[in-house]
């Protein structure tokens, strides 16, 4: 009996030697150093390797089931302490580290990935992660870490991206640190996308010292909660060379939360380059949130570039919420609520429903110079506003037509007429009585 008790022992005790240690550790990634992309495919709710070099997932190329990613059947990608460093370019002259197709989605991030292309690409771009055209949104969140880097790029034109979006990006959670890499010839990019929202977690946006740099290069931010820390690095061009911590040319809108643009303090020279686009920039900006609107300070140096001027100082920058309602009997459009610049005129007109009238307005946080006014015409002060439309229901009562004192027809002359009926009435009295005497 013991000396079977002693073989199940020592049995076990080789099984447990010869399990590797991985297996009681944290899922990683089997290969963390590869010569190619990674793609991740919604369409097919896969991960693949880019073989052939050319961005699109491959049948046959699968990546492993290992633990590090799952996907939730609907919508969701978990990436769990998944590491990625690829040395690589692909077909068309970009290094990209992963890729990510095939329709919107929410990245979960745990614990502490990274995507990071290393070494020096002869290419266009380089990118630690593409979020492709065919993705409207992705919004990032979790409790984890997600670094993504871009490589040293010398081709002509070439920039360098941390993320590299075509469309929107929405930080809910976790910690995105995401940096441009090197380019010696353009640019490098913490974050570029179309809409950059931030409505919770950190995203710290980085460039590499370069001819340009920018740490966010976006159309539209709002910050709606959470923390950005965009900053631009020295740059290299000297003559026409720029740092900026936050480049953007639509709408720059801060709810809540806290916003940090960092741009270089390297001096400038040389003449301006004629852009038609309006594009506004902040270097070293210091933004402090206040309730349903933002003031932006000139802490650091503010610019907005112009076509006359390189620079142009701008010192601050504020937007308010409009909220416009209708009562019962008509309707106001819903496009006229939302944020304004403050100054921003504003008009607005309400349509009563049929057989209905317009009242008044109803207004909360500005003066307007009428009520009974249609449209509603003001500009917008620095805190929020309300605009409530009122309607009278069915058609307009006339109005008693009532003529002024004095006016023989009016009051006076009807007061005049009956005295003078009663004297007449009281003289006739008289009269018959004295005859019927």
């Known amino acids: 009996m013991l000396k079977k008790a002693c073989t199940v022992i020592l049995s076990l005790m080789m099984f447990v030697m010869l399990v590797p240690k991985a297996a009681f550790a944290d899922p990683v990634s089997p290969m963390a150093t590869g010569t190619v992309a990674l793609i991740f495919d919604v369409a097919s709710e896969q991960m693949y390797y880019d073989t052939d070099g050319d961005g699109t997932p491959e049948p046959g190329s699968e990546y492993p089931d290992d633990g590090t990613w799952s996907w939730d059947g609907t919508d969701t990608l978990t990436l769990t302490n998944f590491v990625w460093q690829t040395s690589a370019d692909n077909a068309q002259g970009r290094a990209v580290a992963l890729y990510i197709v095939g329709g919107d989605l929410t990245l979960d991030i745990e614990g ?59 930080i809910e959670g976790g910690t995105v640190n995401a940096t441009g890499g090197f380019s010696e010839d353009l640019r490098s990019v913490g974050v570029t996308a179309t809409v950059l929202s931030v409505a919770g977690g950190t995203l710290n946006a980085n460039s590499t010292s370069s001819p340009f740099c920018e740490g966010v290069d976006v159309e539209d931010v709002q910050i709606d909660g959470g923390t950005l820390n965009a900053t631009g690095a020295n740059f290299t061009d000297s003559q026409y060379g720029y740092s900026f911590g936050i480049s953007f040319w639509g709408d720059f809108a801060i709810l809540d939360g806290t916003v940090t643009g960092i741009g ?10 004629n852009f038609s686009q309006p594009y506004t920039y902040w270097v070293n900006t210091a933004i402090t949130p206040v309730h349903n609107g933002t003031t932006v300070s000139a802490g650091g140096t503010d610019y907005a570039w112009s076509d006359t001027y390189k620079y142009t100082r701008i010192t601050t920058l504020a937007v308010y919420n409009l909220t416009v309602t209708a009562g019962a009997g008509g309707s106001v459009p819903a496009s006229a609520s939302g944020l304004y610049m403050v100054d921003e005129p504003v008009s607005v007109t309400a349509t009563p429903d049929a057989g209905n009238q317009f009242l008044n307005w109803t207004a909360t946080g500005v003066t307007l110079g009428s009520d009974t ?24 009562q006339p109005v008693p037509n009532i003529p002024p004192t004095g006016d023989s027809t009016g009051v006076a002359g009807l007061v005049a007429a009956l005295f003078v009926s009663a004297l007449a009435a009281a003289g006739i009295f008289a009269w018959r009585r004295k005859q019927a005497k």
Not at 118 to 141: F, R
Not at 150 to 161: F, I
Not at 264 to 273: C, E, H
């Open 112 to 170: 502490t990935n990274t995507f990071e292309v290393t070494g020096t690409h002869d290419g266009i771009s380089s990118a630690g992660i593409v979020v492709y055209y065919d993705v409207d949104s992705i919004t990032i969140t979790g409790n984890g870490v997600l670094n993504a880097k871009g490589g040293h790029v010398t081709g002509l034109d070439s920039v360098s991206y941390g993320i590299d979006a075509w469309n929107d990006v929405t």
């Open 264 to 273: 270089a303090t390297s001096a400038l020279t040389g003449q301006p380059t």
């Open 373 to 396: 006014a249609n449209p509603a015409s003001f500009k917008m002060p620095d805190v929020p506003v309300t605009l409530l439309a009122n309607f009278t229901i069915g058609p307009a």
